[in-house]
């Protein structure tokens, strides 16, 4: 059993990368793909513990895009996986991460500040040392929980934090072409991560909505994910095969993030991916360069 889309706590994830892969290796996973948003700080800090342990580990990152029709249009948010399993990424497109982590500080400074307005006392350096590598909405979230201006994490979102929260801020995000491109560019094979958040579309939707990502350069899709029932599951494999995507697969693990996603096994068991599928990933992926 493997499982490629995870996260650590140098992005949003509660898990050390050490903790991780322990937890990986003692539940028997072949694989772990880790997959921080923004950085491979997880993965680089991973590496090391899981060669020790004879776990394999997959790099990988994931980028918030956007989907836009128009260049005036704030567009539909899509989140990239990419999956660098040939060797690492290159410098330039580190380079580029580095720029997406300022655009976060820049963000989170802005939602500290109103915040602050709001008689909110949670500060910008209390969430980067809680963020550690990349901070985000995530860690305000759990210090308005842990100082007690909110019940739960969700009521932090619809309060504070989400689309039409006091104290939301929008982080400029680059266009889904430039994250496919740059993805490709460095040597990874660009994923749409958990296709469900695109929403419950009709198919002839989906497909064309798929389908012009696919134009852009997408090479696959996380038909498997905590997010997908059956008949979700069923769907994403029936696209893929029509653009001739890639299948890629995971929990999406947070840790204590998403309390009712497992490693590995998803949400209520509902994740068991083979080690076939990585091994496909790689056959497909040796087939594009």
Same mark, same amino acid.
């Given at each position: 059993m493997i499982d490629l889309h995870t996260h650590t706590d140098e992005s949003d994830g509660s898990y050390s990368p050490a903790q991780l892969v322990q937890a990986a290796v003692e539940m028997g996973l072949e694989a772990l793909g880790i997959c921080d948003h923004d950085t491979f700080a997880g993965y680089d800090k991973a590496t090391p513990v899981a060669q020790a342990a004879g776990l394999q580990l997959v790099c990988g990152i994931e980028v918030s895009t956007r989907l836009r029709?128009?260049?005036n249009t704030r567009g539909k948010s899509v989140h990239l996986l990419g999956y660098f399993l040939h060797g690492p990424p290159s410098a330039e497109f580190c380079a580029w991460l580095e720029e997406m982590q300022r655009r976060r500080r820049e963000r989170n400074a802005q939602m500290a500040a109103r915040l602050a307005a709001l008689g909110v006392d949670v500060s910008?350096?209390?969430?980067? !040392?809680? &963020?550690?590598?990349?901070?985000?909405?995530?860690?305000?979230?759990?210090?308005l929980l842990r100082k007690g201006y909110v019940t739960t994490i969700q009521k932090a979102f619809d309060v504070y934090l989400g689309e039409s929260g006091r104290a939301y801020v929008e982080r400029r995000e680059?266009?889904? !072409?430039? &994250?496919?491109?740059r993805i490709a560019a460095a040597g990874g094979l660009p994923s749409l991560a958990h296709p469900l958040r695109l929403g419950k579309h009709a198919a002839n939707l989906m497909d064309r909505l798929v389908g012009q990502m696919h134009e852009l350069?997408?090479?696959?899709?996380e038909a498997y994910s905590s997010e997908h029932d059956p008949a979700d599951v069923q769907r994403f494999l029936s696209i893929a095969k029509h653009f001739d995507l890639a299948l890629t697969g995971g929990s999406d693990f947070h840790g204590e993030g998403k309390p009712g996603v497992c490693l590995g096994t998803g949400k209520n068991g509902n994740l068991s991916l083979p080690r076939s599928l990585l091994d496909e990933l790689r056959v497909r992926s040796d087939s594009w360069r």
């Open positions: 029709r128009e260049s910008l350096e209390e969430v980067e !040392a809680l &963020g550690r590598s990349v901070a985000g909405r995530p860690h305000f979230a759990r210090l680059p266009d889904l !072409a430039e &994250g496919i491109r350069g997408l090479k696959g899709i």
